[in-house]
């Protein structure tokens, strides 16, 4: 989700980029939650995070899943399967 502050001036038209940012992400592990974020306009337009998580059963099969809600209100989701760890 690119990321506008409203401070933004657009150099061709010399207008005032509105504001568009995301407000919230919200990351879970099989339905459970890992972290949540709440942000404003200080993160960069373009952002990304890293994290490291452990599942409390790394020999189980899951899903880790981010929700973004931004200011508008918009709902943007993505999920990805996370498969069970080797067997030493």
């Known amino acids: ?8 001036m657009d150099q061709v038209t010399r207008n005032y980029i509105a504001a568009d940012f995301m407000q919230t992400l919200d990351v879970t ?13 200080a993160i960069s ?4 995070f890293n994290f490291s998580f452990r599942p409390s059963d790394p020999s189980v099969p899951g899903v880790i ?7 508008s209100q918009r709902h943007f989701s993505q999920s990805w399967p996370v498969p069970p760890a080797a067997q030493m």
């Open 1 to 8: 989700h690119p990321n506008s502050s409203g401070l933004q």
């Open 29 to 41: 592990y099989n339905g459970q939650p890992v972290f949540r974020l709440e942000s404003d306009i």
């Open 45 to 48: 337009e373009e952002p990304s």
């Open 65 to 71: 899943k981010a929700e973004i809600l931004d200011r």
